[in-house]
């Protein structure tokens, strides 16, 4: 019976949740990174756990534009270089993989780093060209966080994932591409 009474209200707080943190993101900062995104030769993905099933889906739907994206740690993944793009998913800026890894692309290759997360005070900034911030409820509580009922960060990936959508329809419509035209990329064979 608690679900059959509140399965809709509970809905709408989530998705009440997920509008008011996307229009939190600064339009600035998203396009500055599309215009990363299609200015690499390759883009690459990091995270760790739920945030990086995110980025996987984000790194696919791009590869459905045409867009050369990978995610590290793929047993295809390519060299990077410095004509490419690292994008690191952590709320925090702190989470030890990413970091480490955005350490060594900066060593590395010296290419373009873009962090994506909640945290703009995080060690992220030393290493990172800029942030696109997403400003949710992480393990920090920092002041002027979007508060969630969800569990634990749960808003962070769900809105990582559809920024991740917005930006690729976005880029969909500036480029005038043809939806139909997109199956080209899309996996066949399944």
Avoid at 1 to 21: F, G, L, P, S
Avoid at 84 to 107: H, Q, T
Avoid at 120 to 131: L, T
Avoid at 166 to 188: C, G, P, T
Wanted: net charge negative; aromatic share 6%.
């Amino acid at each position: 019976m608690y679900y059959q009474e509140n399965y809709h209200e509970v809905c709408d707080q989530v998705m009440a949740e997920i509008k008011k943190t996307l229009d939190s993101i600064d339009p600035a900062s998203v396009e500055r990174l599309t215009q990363d995104i299609l200015a690499a030769e390759q883009v690459f993905f990091v995270g760790v756990g739920r945030v990086m099933l995110s980025l996987q889906a984000i790194c696919k739907r791009l590869c459905h534009l045409g867009v050369k994206a990978n995610y590290v740690g793929a047993i295809n993944e390519p060299a990077i270089t410095k004509k490419d793009l690292l994008i690191v998913g952590s709320g925090s800026g702190e989470s030890l993989f990413p970091l480490g890894i955005a350490r060594k692309a900066r060593a590395a290759a010296d290419c373009r780093i873009v962090h994506i997360g909640s945290n703009p005070d995080s060690s992220m900034k030393e290493v990172a060209d800029y942030m696109v911030r997403i400003p949710v409820r992480t393990k920090l509580y920092l002041a002027d966080e979007v508060d969630s009922c969800q569990i634990m960060t749960s808003l962070f990936d769900q809105s990582l994932l559809l920024l991740g959508d917005v930006i690729a329809k976005m880029i969909v419509e500036e480029r005038k591409l043809v939806m139909k035209d997109l199956w080209q990329y899309h996996a066949n064979l399944e």
